[in-house]
């Protein structure tokens, strides 16, 4: 509200509302253009009511809104009445279909299962033994273990966006300098957020 007069939309609130404040009441009382702005309001938005009430009664006539309501009055008949059951039509089979699997199937299936398990379990068990390493190689394949373990108990302590900070300083620092152009157009994960 501004010191001097009522805004327009505080004017609009008060036609619509009709609540006005007591120092509103005293400002319209002793300031006649607030008032006069006021009831120009009032008057248009009476005949914006009063042109929509017209055109909706004009879209929709009395014939039209009885026949409205016959179909509601029918549809709140039929509510109390057991429902229609529709028949689909029946299948052409003249034979009946086994649910029953032949044994050769069930025996597929199960040799299956058991070769799915057996590499699964086989796979899990042999995967961290190396085979056929030389010795002299065995402490550099130590050394990557540690380096994998170190970097596993890193991860956990660092966050998603401390870890991908710590990966884009180590390639700016000793990247090819013609990836580059390509690293300026790539967003970072803390820009996107």
């Known amino acids: 509200m501004n010191q001097e ?3 327009d939309d505080r004017l609009i609130e008060l036609c619509l509302e009709g609540t006005v404040s007591s120092s509103e009441v005293q400002h319209l ?18 005949d914006v009511t009063a ?6 009664d004009a879209a929709f006539p009395a014939e039209r809104l009885a026949r409205q309501q016959a179909r509601i009055l029918s549809r709140i008949d039929h509510d109390g009445r057991p429902g229609r059951v529709i028949t689909f039509p029946a299948s052409r089979t003249s034979e009946p279909i086994s649910l029953r699997a032949r044994p050769t199937t069930r025996w597929v299936a199960a040799a299956a299962a058991a070769g799915l398990i057996v590499g699964l379990v086989a796979g899990h068990l042999t995967h961290d033994f190396p085979v056929g390493v030389h010795p002299a190689v065995r ?10 373990t170190s970097m596993r108990e890193a991860s956990v302590a660092m966050t998603d966006d401390e870890f991908l900070g710590e990966v884009e300083q180590a390639i700016d620092s000793s990247g ?6 390509i690293d300026a157009l790539t967003p970072r994960a803390w820009e996107v957020r």
């Open 176 to 181: 090819p300098a013609a990836l580059r152009p």
């Open 139 to 148: 402490p550099q394949i130590a050394s990557q273990q540690f380096a994998a």
């Open 29 to 46: 009382a002793g300031c006649v253009a607030c008032d006069v702005r006021r009831s120009k309001l009032t008057d248009v938005l009476t």
């Open 5 to 7: 007069h009522l805004s």
């Open 51 to 56: 042109a929509a009430i017209d055109e909706a």
